[in-house]
């Protein structure tokens, strides 16, 4: 089954604990990206990567960082977590000409930072 | 850099009635437009897409959506909605040729009242 594959669907850590959440897609997907989703604000783009060692900020990519060695996995990472990175995060990939069908989205991870 | 206007932040409607949901876009060239949905506790699903030829787009579960160029208008309508389609809905635009990179509206929240 096509799908992104996000890990762990909910986390609560404290300040400064350095954490990673995973996403993987198994359909071979060039483009992925990294999105925050918070009440009132929608979708926000944190980074994105067109493509295995490219990647780029989005709109809000302070406190995060994201790395491309493979095609498949974009984990995105939080050295130092804080209590406004509080929020719902969805990874998303897309084909490369897919920008035109639309990205897959992963279920999300719920993160919470105390 | 181009920007998704959802002007309806919350919609409430009773069972049956129809439904329109706003979007404008603002961006100069050719853009791929979509509206996803966000059912409660999951992640985002494209409910429809917009590339080019008929304005008028069909999507599942009964939606639909107009492209009006000039109008940079891509809304979502529904002629009798149901409980089931309570969720979040966000719109989106890609230009074309661009980075393939989405662009979120801030997201309406629907409720339909039974």
């Known amino acids: 089954e096509a799908q992104v594959t996000q890990n762990p669907r909910y986390l609560i850590t404290v300040t400064g604990k350095k954490l990673t959440v995973t996403c993987s897609q198994n359909m071979n997907h060039e483009y992925m990206s990294w999105y925050r989703q918070d009440p009132g604000l929608g979708l926000r783009q944190i980074y994105y990567s067109m493509n295995v060692e490219v990647t780029d900020k989005g709109d809000v990519p302070e406190g995060y960082k994201v790395s491309r060695k493979e095609k498949r996995n974009f984990p995105l990472i939080l050295e130092s977590p804080s209590p406004n990175q509080t929020s719902l995060y969805f990874c998303a990939s897309s084909s490369q000409r897919g920008g035109g069908y639309g990205y897959t989205f992963g279920s999300g991870t719920r993160l919470t930072v105390v | 850099a181009q920007s998704v206007s959802q002007h309806n932040h919350h919609v409430i409607l009773s069972e049956a009635a129809s439904l329109e949901l706003g979007c404008n876009y603002s961006y100069g060239g050719t853009v791929n437009l979509f509206w996803y949905v966000q059912y409660p506790g999951q992640h985002l699903q494209l409910l429809l897409k917009?590339?080019?030829?008929?304005?008028l787009v069909k999507g599942i579960k009964g939606f639909e959506a107009e492209f009006i160029k000039s109008k940079f208008s891509f809304n979502l309508r529904k002629p009798s909605v149901q409980w089931s389609d309570t969720a979040e809905y966000f719109c989106?635009?890609?230009?074309?040729?661009?980075?393939?990179?989405?662009?979120f509206g801030r997201g309406t929240s629907l409720i339909v009242h039974p």
């Open positions: 917009y590339f080019s030829g008929d304005p």
């Open positions: 989106a635009v890609i230009p074309s040729g661009g980075s393939y990179i989405p662009t």
